[in-house]
Each structure stands twice: as C-alpha cells, then as structure tokens.
C-alpha cells in the first residue's frame, strides 16, 4: 500500500500492552491465567500516532480483535496515561 505513511502502520503489542489487555480483562471478571492467556491470543495492532479529523483523539490506539472470531473486537485508546476501552454503537460484539 504506497499511499500510507508510516506513522499509519501498525505495530505489534508490547509485554506492557499486552499486561493492560490482561488486566482489563481481569476488571472484566477474568482470573489472572485467563486473562493473560486471552490477551496473547488476541490479534492486537497498535498506532502510535492515532490521529481523527477535527476535533478528535490524537494518540495511541490498539484494535484489539479476540481470538473467538472477528465479531469479537475493542477498541482502546489511552486518556491520562490509563488505557480505555472505546463505546462503539453496537455493542453485540463484546467478549464474552
């Protein structure tokens, strides 16, 4: 694709996203081997440099799709240092 910037490619997670993603889910009602095992099956991509029209979020962003099925994703953004899971409208494709 020659028409994306760099700062619009992905990275993979790392060992401090993937814990973040794991505690969550703990939050979430997961034990703590559940979670960590279900945040490294997730197929998680991040951007660093996140960036909406105006006026929007800019920063870094991690799509998250679980490994149950591509129905199953969240979206996650960071406000003050704390990552926060993103409402979306249809909230049907939520882990379960």
Same mark, same amino acid.
């Given at each position: ?9 992905? =990275? /993979? ?9 794991? /505690? ?15 945040? =490294? ?43 926060? =899971? ?11």
């Amino acid at each position: 694709m020659d028409n994306i910037s760099p700062s619009q490619s992905p =990275r /993979s997670p790392n060992s401090s996203e993937i814990k973040q993603l794991a /505690s969550w889910l703990q939050k979430q009602g997961y034990d703590a081997n559940d979670a960590a095992l279900t945040a =490294r099956a997730a197929y998680v991509a991040v951007y660093d440099n996140y960036v909406t029209c105006c006026p929007g979020y800019c920063g870094k962003l991690i799509s998250v799709v679980w490994d149950g099925s591509p129905d199953c994703f969240d979206v996650f953004t960071w406000c003050e240092g704390k990552m926060l =899971r993103e409402d979306r409208d249809d909230n049907d494709s939520e882990v379960q």
